[in-house]
């Protein structure tokens, strides 16, 4: 069973059986839309964040990750242990989703991308590999499928 800690304000501690991960936040400015979707009208600025996760196994992997479009217009550049918690949980969802896609074809069903379009291929593609390397990251924090299954339910329940 995984717990949780907060250690500070600005960093998050989980534990998933032995696996303890430790995850901090740096804001590296600002951006237009998510990088994977096309540049639209009526998209707004998003702060960029680079998290952090270290594992008691003594490795460390970085994800990016992108804040909402209601956080920058407040002007909120700095994650407390919620907003590391939220941003955690986001990128273990990816990894979750990894391992239940074998295709770029699978993302395209779930997200109902238009497979008649080249640039919607495109898009999914770079999902389904952002989500292969958030799970390969994972795995070598020391975490099993299961692991990141549980921590999912946990963090974004």
């Keep these: 069973m995984a717990n949780t ?30 990088p994977n ?11 960029y964040f680079v998290l952090t996760v270290k594992s008691n196994n003594g490795s460390r ?7 909402s479009i209601n956080d920058h217009s407040k002007g909120i550049t700095e994650l407390g242990e919620t907003g590391i ?20 074809d699978d993302v395209m069903d ?5 497979t008649d379009s080249r640039s ?8 389904f590999k952002g989500c292969q390397a958030a799970a390969e990251k ?7 499928q299961h692991d990141i299954e549980e921590l999912c339910d946990q963090l974004n329940n």
């Design 5 to 34: 800690t907060a250690t500070t304000a600005n960093m998050f501690t989980v534990n998933a059986g032995s696996v303890i991960l430790t995850a901090t936040a740096k804001h590296k400015g600002s951006v237009f839309g998510f």
């Design 37 to 47: 979707e096309p540049k639209q009208r009526g998209k707004g600025y998003h702060n």
């Design 61 to 67: 992997a970085t994800f990016n990750y992108y804040g």
């Design 85 to 104: 918690k939220e941003a955690l949980g986001c990128v273990l969802s990816d990894a979750n989703s990894a391992a239940n896609w074998t295709s770029t």
């Design 110 to 114: 779930e997200f109902g991308y238009d």
């Design 120 to 127: 919607q291929y495109k898009q999914a593609k770079q999902v």
């Design 138 to 144: 994972m795995a070598k924090l020391g975490l099993s």
